[in-house]
């Protein structure tokens, strides 16, 4: 098993990288491709609408979800909403026009780098209703029960310590507030030289658990009306398109993997979205 400690500096290291460059995570090792329009690609084939896409700031979508938790959390009018690993703002910036300006929106994220890209986006983009703070989603730099809607985007699976940071979630929202999730799952586990890939790691793989474990995890930290809202195969062609055929070589080769290996693991991952509820 990878340290945590090693874990949280390849995700941080993999992150500012992105963040520098703007490319999805699953190609991060290769700056030089050309992906202009990626990321809407990606999004689009993870449910985002292409008014999703036009109403935000340019930028803010690095296309690194794997969900559209804003468009399932039902948001209200006046609403205090907290987004785990908002990267460059994208989510935030979603919710921000379904709470308006009597609600509030605070993006989480524990790259530097990505909060100064959030920042310059809300400064862009005009949202006075939104704020980024830096923070680790095990240890949220955010008041006891003090937040309506906690949602998060593919994040969750790369924290090497999950439970905690169900427990966080559950701190911080109020009693009957709710939590909407897209994240990465698997239906039987990973090969090992998977998981003990830092590439796999912070492309969103590696760090995944099996669907009954992650589900485990959210039940023992005390939610309930606990279920799962969708679940879908993550696409293996979705994966293909990010990464250079040379590249896919490449990784494939470091991980001693056929392309017919690779393609039977990734029908073994799935995105799914849950929605839990904090009791009364």
Known sequence: MMDPKEIKKIVKEGYTE????????????SPCCDLSGMAEDISREVGYSDKDLDTTPEGANLGLGCGNPTA????????????????????????????????????????????????????????ENV????????????????????????????????????????????????FIISDIALLKPMPD????????????????????????????????NIEIIKETTYPFDLIIAMISPEEMSEILEDMDLSTE???????????IEVRGIKPY
């Open 131 to 178: 704020e980024f703070r830096l923070g680790d989603i095990e240890e949220l730099p955010v008041g006891d029960s003090s937040i309506d809607v906690v949602i998060s985007n593919c994040v969750i699976n790369l924290s090497p310590s999950k439970d905690k940071v169900f427990r966080e979630i559950f701190r911080v929202l109020k009693k009957g507030g709710r």
């Open 18 to 29: 992105i963040a520098k460059t703007g490319l999805p995570c699953c190609s991060i090792t």
């Open 193 to 224: 030289r998977i998981r003990e890939s830092a590439e796999a790691y912070i492309g969103c793989i590696s760090g995944a658990l099996l669907k009954n474990d992650y589900m485990d995890i959210i039940k023992n930290s005390g939610f309930g």
């Open 72 to 127: 399932l959390a039902s948001l209200e009018l006046g609403e205090t909403v907290l987004d785990l690993g908002s990267g460059a703002g994208f989510d935030c910036f979603l919710a921000s026009a379904s709470v308006g300006k009597e609600g509030k929106v605070i993006g989480v994220d524990m790259t530097q780098e990505m909060i100064e890209k959030a920042k310059e986006n809300a400064l862009n983009g005009g949202y």
């Open 261 to 271: 290996e690779a393609e039977g693991m990734t029908e073994s991952l799935i995105s």
